[in-house]
């Protein structure tokens, strides 16, 4: 029958059965209760009877479903129209489109409703199953329980009938039942609808417990009477109070830890994430979903089928906002299997010794579900506080005679120095690059000096921001990622109850049986009576079977096979900002070892994010038609280099708010204006704004609140830098920031890495912690770092403190982030990249080292001998002579050079008419500054300009050599060049 109808003869009949089933129950025990010692002959042709009206009524049932639901008509009839095409797909890692809604819906409710089916199925066979259990367990206790309380009330020399069974009319022991009531009390409708809706809500072990309960309850009084209530209250109270204790001590501690595993059926979990969402990642998406077809091709397979075997665990590595989650939740929407979420948090168990009873939890709800399901995708986020590197297996650095970890940098980005907002000093020097994205994720630390954050070496981006002295739950939870590394080997033991029937059969078997028996040279194998030429050996987690031939040396004998652990399909993915810090032994293979990389979009990616956005902007009218063109993509994304998918959202979901906020002001001082109000009476801050955006006024929509790509470049700004604030500085001290940033930075930038790198902002306003800022981005994304590229970013860094003292005859503190920059830089190439001084004579070398040592910031050690010493690689380089020595040539070198160009360049009128055009409107970017910046190739005059008698002559000794000015007015340089 199930070859003619397919699986659907399977489970369609269960209404049928179930409804069968619960009249077989009552017909029964009318049965029972009228013909008393004839019951059995009358139940078994009943039961006959029943038998044969339930296979006609399944057969007949199941035609009619198979003539509809067999031609499609089912699905008509859930989804209300004509089943839609499939959608063909891209190859595997391609940019998919994203759904529409309409789709989106469409295939959530068709999901949806398979696994209601699905669920359906599963109910109606547990149910059923559970049921008749339930009721045979009945039937049993009915001829039994008499005798069993007769047994023990000899044991315990009672005479008579217990008083309470007296007084319901039982009789003495002994005595057969006479109707189901006088044995369960209640009459048998009323137990049978009880019972049904126990099976039907309560988890199968839990109805067979309450039924243990009940009949040891019932056993209970019959033996012992009206005390038998003494006897059950006193032995319950202990382990009841007991119990009672624990939920008051732990519960509210295990609780938020139990609610933060999410375990989700197939169809539950929507988050309204279509296919597609993740973009910008093609790579991940090929590597991710090959894993996953194989996994589920895996899980579907029939025996026979020959399926490779699936990895078990994948790693997304990546920076956040990359779409690691967001993959994962539309895997959750997609897939038709379930999916378990929980974060690293969850496994940070409060007290130690906890831990392996939460993660025995843990897992037999994986497990339970993985059962059920066939397969299950177990999503860990945030996986390095669970899989964190043990004690001693941590990489990258070494141990001090003192006890401390010296980080060695693997890359230049590890050696700078930066805040939150990327900036490396206080000036709000910027090197946007993915590099550096990738080390300012998170916040670095409060610090004991009472600044609320310092910078600090990107180094300390392996030591784990979480810190907790043992014996205050710094080491409870690191007892998770023993159990993960035996859980993911799959080297659990076999259940108990398998274990102990074995023993008990085969204890049975070796006292009475031989296993071979002797016969002349050979043994012969005992076998089973028509034992069959093949073996059909059941495969775990479904019902089929393989069938294997058997030879005389193999065949069965009367010993059961030894008891094997239960196999689970389940793939772990485990996401991590912070790859570095995981166990080696979590990472290798036949565990988590595929790892996939997230990193920021390059810019076609970009241009596909955009565009995807920016459509959905458009549609909900947030955003200006016109500014969704391919122009404008192509601009935006050159704008948001470095930046990630969410970020990018980010930044257009804010697009509208900028604009508002900027057509609001522009609203009053317009009718500031209208209210004859001069344009000298507003403070400075209004003034500068009316005066940027004052031409804005004068074209048609001004007021429009909808966002227009200006509004969108400020979001940028504003989501990575922070919103400008005007009222934190003051005149003076924005003319000392234009000059820092201008001839410090801005102009070093162009002439030694012009070609590599261009500048995307340049402000004299507070963005964060930074007074002003020069923010620049890599041309090519991702090119490499030869030595004239970490030369150029030495010169970068000292130009501020050659410009301040050029200047202004003295630099303020605010360079000693710079500077602290520039040794780092220059201790990178010395002792890790064997890049040496450019060539100088012997006279030139010894002043480029006077001048490099005054220059070099000595990085501070470590408060405790056994901290962890970020500093310690730079430390070493220094603490070499000959190291350090060219360490020093190296900033004396650049300083130089600095120097030299900044006396070149200064006071040229296109210079001071950009720093007036700075001054004025305080920031300049996009369009403006992308001009000024072609200009620079006519209008600055870089190194190669110089004559032979400027090298040998111009030296910054009056820079070093600066008078007292307590004792004599000093005349900065700046002033003689004018």
């Known amino acids: 029958m199930a070859k003619l109808f397919g699986k659907r003869f399977l489970y369609i009949p269960l ?30 042709l009943a039961g006959f009877s029943s038998v044969i009206g339930v296979g006609l009524v399944g057969f007949l049932f199941t035609t009619v479903n198979y003539f509809i639901e067999g031609r499609g008509l089912l699905e008509l009839i859930d989804t209300g129209e004509e089943p839609p095409p499939q959608r063909p797909r891209g190859p595997v890692g391609s940019s998919r489109e994203s759904e529409t809604d309409e789709q989106f819906d469409k295939r959530m409710r068709k999901l949806r409703i398979k696994a209601l089916k699905r669920d359906t199925r599963n109910t109606r066979a547990r149910v059923i199953r559970n049921y008749l259990t339930i009721l045979l367990l009945f039937f049993g206790t009915w001829f039994i329980m008499d005798d069993i309380a007769l047994f023990f009330h000899k044991l315990f020399l009672l005479e008579g009938g217990g008083a309470l069974s007296s007084s319901m009319g039982i009789g003495d022991l002994g005595s057969t039942f006479k109707d189901p009531k006088s044995l369960f009390i209640f009459d048998w409708r009323v137990l049978a609808v009880i019972w049904f809706f126990i099976v039907l809500w309560l988890p199968s072990g839990l109805a067979y417990l309450i039924f243990m309960g009940a009949f040891s309850m019932r056993l209970v009084f019959m033996v012992f009477g009206q005390q ?9 109270m202990l382990p009841g109070f007991y119990l009672l204790m624990m939920v008051f001590m732990f519960g509210s501690i295990l609780l938020p830890f139990l609610t933060s595993f999410k375990f989700y059926k197939p169809g539950d979990a929507t988050w309204q994430t279509r296919e597609g969402a993740m973009r910008g990642q093609p790579h991940v998406r090929a590597g991710a979903e090959t894993q996953i077809r194989k996994f589920i091709k895996f899980v579907n397979s029939e025996p026979g089928d020959n399926a490779r075997k699936p990895t078990r665990g994948i790693l997304f590595a990546g ?28 496994f940070q168990f409060p007290f130690p010794g906890l831990d392996r009873l939460m993660m025995r939890y843990v897992e037999w709800r994986v497990n339970s579900f993985a059962k059920a399901y066939k397969g299950i995708i177990f999503f860990i986020d945030e996986c390095e506080l669970v899989f964190a590197a043990r004690a001693g297996l941590s990489a990258g650095g070494r141990q001090t005679s003192m006890g401390s970890t010296e980080q060695y940098p693997a890359s230049i980005w590890d050696v700078l120095s930066y805040d939150s907002a990327g900036a490396i000093s206080s000036c709000g020097l910027v090197l946007d690059s993915p590099e550096v994205r990738a080390r300012i994720w998170d916040l670095k630390p409060a610090w004991a000096t009472g600044r609320q954050e310092q910078p600090t070496s990107g180094i300390l981006n392996t030591i784990h921001r979480f810190f907790m002295p043992m014996g205050m739950g710094g080491g409870a939870g690191g007892g998770a990622i023993l159990y993960f590394l035996t859980w993911m080997d799959g080297t659990g033991s076999p259940p108990i109850a398998t274990v102990l029937k074995r023993r008990f059969v085969n204890t049975f078997l070796h006292f009475f049986l031989p296993v071979t028996i002797p016969f002349r040279e050979s043994d012969i194998h005992l076998r089973v009576p028509f034992a069959p030429s093949r073996l059909r050996i059941p495969v775990p987690l479904t019902k089929q079977a393989v069938s294997i031939p058997l030879s005389v040396s193999f065949a069965p004998i009367l010993r059961m096979p030894p008891a094997s652990p239960e196999y689970y399909n389940i793939l772990f993915i485990g996401a991590t900002n912070r790859p570095e810090m995981l166990d080696p032994a979590i990472l290798r293979p036949g565990r988590m070892g595929i790892t996939l990389r997230f990193d920021t979009p390059g ?20 955003m200006l038609p016109e500014v969704n063109s391919e122009e404008n993509i192509e601009t935006f994304a050159r704008a948001t ?26 609203k009053r001082l317009h009718e500031m204006l209208e209210s004859k109000i001069p344009l000298e009476d507003f403070i400075d801050e209004d003034r500068k704004y009316w005066l940027r955006h004052e031409d804005e006024t004068k074209k048609a929509g001004w007021d429009d609140t909808r966002a227009d ?10 989501i990575l830098w922070g919103r400008s604030d005007a009222g934190r500085t003051t005149e003076l001290h924005r003319e000392h920031t234009a000059d820092h940033e201008l001839y410090g930075h801005l102009i070093e930038l162009f002439a030694s890495l012009g070609d590599f790198m261009r500048p995307t902002v340049i402000s004299v306003l507070p963005r964060g912690k ?12 991702r090119d490499p770092q030869p030595q004239r590229i970490l ?15 050029f200047i202004y005859g003295e630099h303020t503190p605010g360079v000693s982030s710079d500077l602290a920059n520039a040794t780092r830089i220059a201790c990178f190439m010395v002792g890790r990249t064997a890049m040496p001084p450019y060539n100088c004579a012997e006279d030139e070398s010894e002043r480029y080292k006077k001048y490099g040592e005054i220059l070099i910031q000595v990085p501070e050690a470590p408060t405790m001998p056994t901290m962890p010493n970020p500093n310690g690689f730079i430390q070493s380089v220094l603490m070499d002579p000959k190291k350090a020595e060219r360490v020093a040539i190296i900033m004396g070198q650049a300083y130089v050079d600095c120097y030299r160009l900044i006396k070149l360049n200064y006071g040229r009128p296109y210079l001071e008419n950009v720093k007036k055009d700075l001054l004025r409107l305080d920031e300049l970017g996009g369009s403006r500054l992308e001009k000024i910046w072609k200009d620079f190739k006519t209008e600055i005059k870089d190194w190669s300009a110089l004559t032979e008698e400027q090298k040998k002559t111009w030296w910054p000794d009056k820079i070093f050599a600066s008078g007292n000015p307590f004792y004599e007015k000093q005349t900065p340089e700046a002033r003689e060049v004018a």
């Not at 989650?325 to 959750?332: P, Q, R, V």
């Not at 930046?643 to 508002?660: C, F, H, K, L, Y």
């Not at 790509?709 to 504003?718: G, I, Q």
Request: hydrophobic share 45%.
């Open 15 to 44: 209404p049928v059965f179930l409804a069968a089933t619960i009249a077989t129950f009552f017909i029964s025990f009318a049965v029972f209760s009228l013909y008393g010692a004839n019951a059995l002959q009358a139940f078994m």
């Open 228 to 236: 038998g209530i003494i006897f059950v209250l006193n032995y319950s």
């Open 319 to 346: 920076p956040p906002g990359t779409g690691k989650t967001l993959y994962a939740k539309e895997l959750a929407t997609r897939l038709e299997l379930p999916f378990a979420f929980a974060d690293g948090q969850a």
């Open 603 to 622: 810019v076609e990616d970009r241009k596909d994010i955009i565009k995807l956005y920016f459509d959905r902007a458009k549609k909900k009218g947030w």
């Open 641 to 666: 280099s470095n930046m990630s998918p969410a970020e990018i959202e980010a930044t257009i979901d804010a697009g509208p708010d900028v604009r508002e906020y900027h057509v609001e002001n522009l």
């Open 709 to 718: 790509m200006l509004s969108l470049l400020e979001a940028r700004n504003t």
């Open 770 to 781: 930074a007074l002003g800022m020069v923010a620049h981005v890599p041309v090519e994304e």
């Open 791 to 805: 030369e150029g970013m030495i010169r970068i860094s000292v130009g501020s403190t050659v410009a301040e003292n």
